[in-house]
């Protein structure tokens, strides 16, 4: 039994679940790992370099998004140390075409979650999360311009990453994995595997949890054990599995730096009602115990009762999106629709039973498995080891930026971030403040480049 169903009966279980809708706004926020579409372009100028490509259908990432913008592109695949065979991308050099040289390797890892308002789902993210806004407003693209030889890593069981060694996706064992799994198997492969590519150290760029569209697209869209070598990490947002990495001293050996932006690691002062109310509830455990390993957002079961949600009286679902994000300053609202013709992926139910427990019990620790014997059997102990913050050695460079309007990396809680860091070495850690900065504007503002990329390419150029 998983945690919190117990001693609970059959009946009140159904009584429970039927009763805690709200608490999918849980699954929605904070759960997921990792969208066919049609063709099409949207400009805001109609010039080539304000244009946002819409992917096509059942094409790469590569054709669909990367090649049409002007820029080389290569796809690649990676086999992890547990049999899922992962897709990235490689964007070689800028628009420029300039030879490769000695660029240094950039491996942007993409946030875990987001969410289609045509059909009120919430799904996962893969590395198109770089590539919705225009080549001179998206990340990926603002890198190659500037010299990086850019690597977009997709999670297991999003489109381009379902495949395994010996396993399905129709496979329960296929699903049977939480963020434990990315921290162990998923990092480890793609870094190996760039760096074996270009035999240089890389800089790290990853999401968070929480995609910035997450709220966005749901709440309204009218709007608003790895070798080799890590030069520098950016950490958009989240931030919770490369530092959980760091805490375990999986990639430290390969980092030179690290910039943290709109973290979130802890999570007891988010102002959100709702998400707090919802993070009581136990609605990931009720699918889990109903068998359902594969957290479909295209599964009628699913649609129905975020729908269900969204309908419910008295709740205006745009107004939620200030409510969970804070009121970001600067979104380009014309990706919207660019990440709406991306489909809704799974997830991993375990993965969302996971995330759950994380907020439920304000630590930052491994799955538990409900039970001080199955715990015993995974971790020789009767409980979860701890991801401990304070482990992550004094003397690494970091740079950490957030928002004073960001409602899910919220300044309390980064504060109990730096307090974990408070032996950190004084020349080693850099904190940036914006006071208009939202969640979502760290990745999807429009003058993102001049506040925060601009500042991160001069930050790895130092280390």
């Not at 819409?54 to 990676?78: F, L, N, R, T």
């Not at 308002?117 to 190659?144: E, H, K, M, R, V």
């Not at 995609?211 to 989240?238: C, M, R, Y």
Request: aromatic content about 10%; charged content about 20%.
């Amino acid at each position: 039994m998983e945690e919190g169903w117990g001693e609970i009966s059959v009946e009140n279980k159904h009584l429970h679940m039927a009763s805690t809708l709200t608490s999918v706004i849980l699954v929605i926020i904070f759960c997921g790992s990792v969208l066919s579409a049609r063709t099409n372009l949207y400009s805001s100028n109609g010039q080539d370099d304000k244009t946002a490509l819409a992917p096509v259908a059942d094409d790469g990432i590569c054709k669909s998004m990367v090649e049409p913008q002007g820029y080389a592109c290569q796809e690649h695949k990676v086999t992890t140390q547990d049999g899922y065979i992962l897709s990235m991308q490689r964007i070689p050099v800028g628009r420029s075409g300039e030879t490769p040289g000695d660029r240094p390797p950039v491996l942007l890892q993409h946030g875990l979650l987001m969410v289609s308002s045509d059909t009120c789902t919430a799904a996962t993210s893969d590395g198109i999360t770089w590539l919705l806004n225009s080549p001179d407003q998206s990340l990926a693209f603002i890198l190659a311009d500037n010299g990086f030889d850019v690597w977009l890593a997709n999670t297991r069981g999003t489109k381009y990453s379902r495949g395994h060694t010996s396993l399905s996706p129709d496979d329960s064992a296929y699903w049977d994995w939480s963020w434990d799994q990315l921290v162990t198997y998923d990092l480890p492969a793609t870094f190996q595997y760039v760096h074996d590519q270009t035999g240089q150290k890389l800089h790290y760029v990853g999401h968070s949890l929480v995609n910035p569209f997450v709220a966005f697209i749901l709440f309204g869209n009218s709007f608003e054990h790895v070798t080799g070598d890590i030069k520098t990490v950016i950490l958009f947002q989240g931030t919770l599995i490369a530092l959980a990495a760091f805490s375990q001293e999986q990639l430290l050996n390969m980092l030179r730096s690290a910039a943290l932006l709109s973290p979130i690691a802890y999570l007891s002062h988010m102002p959100s009602p709702i998400a707090r109310t919802a993070a009581e509830n136990f609605i990931a455990e009720g699918y889990y115990w109903l068998g359902i390993d594969e957290f479909d957002p295209k599964g009628e079961a699913v649609a129905k009762l975020l729908k269900t949600i969204c309908k419910k009286p008295g709740i205006n679902c745009y107004d939620l999106l200030t409510s969970f994000t804070g009121k970001n300053c600067c979104l380009n609202s014309s990706s919207i629709d660019v990440f709406l013709d991306h489909e809704p992926q799974s997830t991993a139910t375990k993965n969302m039973v996971h995330l759950a427990q994380m907020i439920r019990g304000g630590t930052i620790q491994m799955y538990d498995y409900g039970d001080e014997d199955k715990n015993m059997e995974h971790y020789g102990q009767a409980t979860p080891p701890v991801y401990n913050m304070t482990s992550i050695p004094d003397d690494l460079p970091l740079f950490l930026s957030y928002g004073g309007q960001d409602a899910l990396s919220d300044v309390d809680d980064v504060q109990v971030l730096l307090d974990n860091l408070k032996d950190h070495d004084g020349d080693k850690l850099v904190i940036q403040y914006r006071e208009d900065y939202a969640h979502a504007d760290f990745v999807m503002a429009v003058n993102a480049k001049q506040v925060v990329y601009d500042p991160l390419m001069a930050f790895f150029r130092l280390q």
